[in-house]
């Protein structure tokens, strides 16, 4: 099979046209893959802002395909159509795992990371977290659910129940994350690099009521504010921007240092949280959700071998939406 592979940290990814196919284990299925979503978490790994875990690795870990092999006790269907997040592995016997909080089991493998991911013909993966897609959305569109909606989703949800959220960084978690807020009638200011007026042009175009550069003062204060941009610096103006009691969420995995700031700017019972990866419950109720809206990415699209284009592209903010690599197979046109 053919994959992207990244062989050392802080170089491109090298193009393997003679990698063996992966073979499904007990509890495992192997998966043709027809679309992967490309993640800022990819380029923490590439980039080495991350440890490496696994090398040679594939990254990728918003994989979209159909089941071709089961291994021994799985009961998925042969050519089911499945997504495959972040959270590749658990346990299922630690704290974490018996009390519902699977996303932070110690032991947890990641897809992309500790686990060979989507950026290639085909993967394996664990069968528990190969999530059944909405038919609404094509492979293409059901990409950028397996993480970005996923991890949007889920720091909506730790926000509470704000009635204005600001979301920092409007990539493709917050376009998706503000589509959901809007459906359940909140109010979202979108903020963004200092003077990027085409990513406040596209947050205003999805319905988001104020777009401002992460500096500037929000039309009124936030109840909420969910960081995307892994910028440490913007805790202390996101927590200058939500009222007594609101909540700032950082929902990267990565993050760059969080810099000194009195302590009025937290007083007021305000309070400053992270999200760490995803649960299954997460991909049931998002995917449910997501068609129910229906939910609607903005998707670019790019073929498997331009997977460093990608990746060069988000590193750049060159887009807006999510960016996904089409992976087509043998006499398919490329």
């Known amino acids: 099979m053919r994959a992207m592979v990244l062989e050392a940290q802080g170089r491109p990814l090298v193009l393997r ?7 499904p284990g007990p509890g495992q299925v192997a998966i043709r893959i027809s679309a992967t979503g490309v993640c800022r978490t990819d380029l923490h790994i590439v980039d080495g802002e991350l440890p490496p875990e696994k090398m040679p690795v594939i990254p990728g870990h918003q994989i979209v395909g159909v089941v071709e092999e089961v291994g021994e006790g799985v009961e998925l269907p042969l050519g089911a159509r499945v997504g495959v997040p972040w959270l590749g592995w658990t346990c299922g016997v630690c704290w974490a795992c018996t009390s519902g909080r699977e996303n ?9 990371y500790h686990l060979d991911g989507g950026f290639a013909d085909r ?3 664990d069968a528990r977290f190969a999530f059944a897609l909405p038919a609404a959305l094509d492979d293409l569109h059901a990409a950028p659910l397996l993480c970005a909606g996923l991890i949007g989703h889920r720091a909506l949800r730790i926000a509470g129940d704000p009635r204005v959220v600001g979301l920092y960084g409007f990539g493709a978690a917050a376009h998706l994350v503000a589509q959901i807020a809007l459906w359940e009638g909140r109010t979202v200011f979108a903020f963004t690099r200092h003077g990027d007026a085409r990513s406040q042009a596209f947050a205003r175009s999805l319905g988001a009521a104020w777009a401002g550069g992460a500096g500037e003062a929000p039309p009124e204060p936030l109840d909420a504010a969910i960081l995307f941009a892994p910028v440490g610096e913007h805790v202390p103006l996101a927590l200058a921007a939500v009222r007594k009691g609101g909540t700032v969420v950082c929902a990267g995995i990565h993050m760059t240092d969080i810099p000194s700031f009195p302590y009025r700017l937290l007083w007021g019972e305000r309070s400053v949280r992270s999200v760490t990866n995803l649960t299954r419950r997460d991909g049931f109720e998002l995917l449910d959700l997501a068609a129910r809206i229906p939910l609607r990415p903005k998707v670019v699209e790019y073929g498997l071998e331009r997977a460093n284009d990608a990746l060069t592209d988000l590193r750049g903010g060159a887009f807006d939406g999510a960016a996904v690599l089409r992976v087509v197979h043998g006499k398919e046109e490329r």
């Open 17 to 23: 046209e003679a990698v063996s196919d992966p073979v």
């Open 104 to 112: 932070l089991c110690d032991r947890a493998r990641f897809t992309g």
């Open 123 to 125: 993967c394996v993966a």
